[in-house]
């Protein structure tokens, strides 16, 4: 069997700037839309989260999240969209660190107009850290992932 070409991984997730965000709430599974920032080299998802934000608050009680990321709408059939699911681990990051640093600069570039958020203090950042993924490059194009072949199929491109 031909190894799966990752390069649309690679596409999709640099494409795209919206995730659905799925967070443990009270013992139910909830879901909420997040802008994101791909730290290629960490790798990590980075979001930016008010206080106020039910999921906040989810992430800080448990941090277990997924993500799905999904392309957009081209006619076709939905099934064979291009798409991945990650679970990972969401946890802060300390706004007077380094990373910190590193990490609102990465947020900025991709979305600029969210420099005001940054000055209000319910605001905070967050690393959201691969544990495993499954990528759907398109109809019966399947492949789970491993934090180091997720990293690798990031940082092959």
Known sequence: MAPLDLQPLRRLLRAQTIA???????????????PFALDESAPAFVIHVSSLAAHTR????????SLLVVAPDDGGRP???????????AMPIDRDSDRYAAARALYLRRFPEAEDTFALADFSL???????????????????LTPEQFARALRDG
Not at 79 to 89: I, L, S, W
């Open 126 to 144: 967050f690393a959201i850290t691969p544990l495993s993924a499954r990528f759907i490059g398109g109809f019966a194009q399947a492949v789970s």
């Open 58 to 65: 989810d992430m800080l009680e448990h941090p277990r999240v």
């Open 20 to 34: 659905a965000l799925a967070t443990l709430h009270r013992g139910e599974a909830a879901l909420s839309m997040v």
């Open 79 to 89: 099934q064979a969209r291009p798409r991945v699911t990650v679970q990972g681990d």
